[in-house]
């Protein structure tokens, strides 16, 4: 059960990275910010640009899905 759970925490951050080096590549930067406002801080970078929302939206749902369930 552990080693699951860890496997998902793993995930769940590389997920995480995979946002932010998407954003970065349009040269957004998410900063500092904790596990429970780090959607609503991805939100606030994208929403005027419909392109990326669209894209980080998806990866926000993986991100959020796991952590969760696993609660």
């Known amino acids: ?3 699951a759970r860890k496997l998902l925490q793993e995930k769940a951050i590389a997920i995480a990275n995979d ?3 998407l954003l970065r590549k349009f040269g957004l930067k ?3 910010v ?3 406002k780090f ?3 991805i ?3 994208v929403e005027d640009r419909r392109l990326i929302y669209t894209k980080s939206c998806s990866h926000c749902w993986l991100h959020a899905k796991p952590r969760k369930s696993c609660l």
């Open 1 to 3: 059960m552990l080693t």
């Open 19 to 21: 946002i932010r080096g």
């Open 30 to 32: 998410v900063g500092l």
């Open 34 to 36: 904790g596990k429970v």
């Open 39 to 41: 959607e609503k801080r």
């Open 43 to 45: 939100n606030e970078l």
